[in-house]
């Protein structure tokens, strides 16, 4: 079957404007970042944590005054907040985001070799808690009122109300250390080589951990939007024509209610993230949030800074493509914002 001229021409109509929103949104990206970058200078210039002190510790005692304030004049720490954001505006546009002052080494290279780690956890820990809310969110809502959907209801309110690092430590508790089946951290065994099968068994308890933090909202997200499509005409209909009932739930009932499913995905990325960063610290995994968490406890605002922003960007790149999935999932949807 060929698609008709009017066809055509709505597909290319609704095509331009999803180019268009995609256009806007990353226009509107730039202020965004640039005001995010600000800001934590300006927070980083009122904060009483002073970087050339923690550089030096408690050598700063017999450091002469000299020379600590050489290293001030050459980090600019003493320059106007403004001046500090300008000058590291102007490297970050060239690609340099200075020295990491806790680890040590280029931020560029800090994320670099940890981005890929932390892409890893967040992937992994993102497809089990959407596979766990679509699988036992339908459940629940098939079997609304029965021992099933009360026993799935009531965990996945618990867990909601579970921080995510007390989870990791219960885990690390039980699985680890009791139970004794997976490693409570790191990348590898001590002295082993990296290789696949290290990472998986390593990997496994801290995605669990991230998945399990994650999983509620859509669980309860699936069953509320689930029970709503029960009530639609189309859903009734096919019930009326004597389909059975798991085809009415997955083939009717089910597919209405994933298109208000991608825009909590977007919703739930900065929560994905701040989960990515509490599993990784709990776990010692090498990821880029743990590197966050260092660079915040040793005040080293260069890492922190470039972190944060690359943070924000994730985010808003993430509701951006929850967005375009949503406009070409229902024709419908307006392409205004």
Do not use: C
């Not at 509701?319 to 999935?325: F, G, H, Q, R, S």
């Amino acid at each position: 079957m060929t698609a008709t001229p009017v066809a055509t021409a709505r597909t290319g109509r609704r095509g331009r404007a999803i180019g268009l929103l995609v256009l806007r949104r990353l226009a509107f990206a730039v202020p965004v970042l640039l005001l995010v970058g600000f800001a934590l200078f300006a927070l980083a210039k009122a904060s009483p944590f002073d970087p050339v002190e923690r550089y030096f510790g408690l050598r700063i005692i017999g450091a002469s005054p000299e020379r600590v304030a050489q290293i001030r004049a050459n980090w600019g720490v003493d320059q106007p907040v403004v001046e500090q954001y300008l000058a590291w505006l102007r490297h970050a546009v060239a690609g340099d985001f200075g020295d990491s002052l806790s680890l040590q080494q280029p931020v560029a290279q800090v994320i670099g070799e940890r981005l890929g780690w932390s892409v890893l956890l967040v992937s992994v820990g993102f497809a089990l808690a959407l596979l766990l809310g679509l699988v036992l969110g339908t459940l629940a809502a098939w079997r609304q009122g029965g021992w099933l959907d009360r026993a799935i209801t009531a965990t996945a309110y618990a867990l909601e109300a579970a921080p995510v690092f007390w989870l990791g430590l219960a885990a690390l508790y039980v699985f680890a250390l009791e139970l004794q089946w997976l490693p409570g951290g790191g990348l590898t065994d001590a002295g082993a080589a990296l290789d696949v099968g290290q990472v998986v068994r390593h990997l496994l308890l801290p995605a669990s951990v991230l998945a399990v933090s994650q999983a509620p909202w859509y669980v309860l997200f699936v069953r509320q939007n689930l029970l709503e499509s029960f009530t639609s005409d189309h859903v009734i209909g096919a019930r009326a024509r004597g389909l059975p009932d798991h085809l009415v739930v997955s083939g009717h009932a089910l597919r209405t209610s994933l298109l208000p499913f991608l825009t909590l995905l977007g919703a739930r990325i900065p929560e994905l993230i701040t989960g990515a960063l509490l599993v990784e610290t709990v776990f010692s995994w090498p990821g880029i949030a743990r590197a966050t968490v260092d660079a915040a406890l040793n005040v080293d605002f260069a890492l922190l800074g470039a972190l944060t922003v690359l943070a924000t960007a994730v985010v808003l790149l993430g509701n951006l493509l929850a967005d375009v999935l949503y406009a070409l999932a229902d024709p419908r949807v307006g392409l205004d914002g």
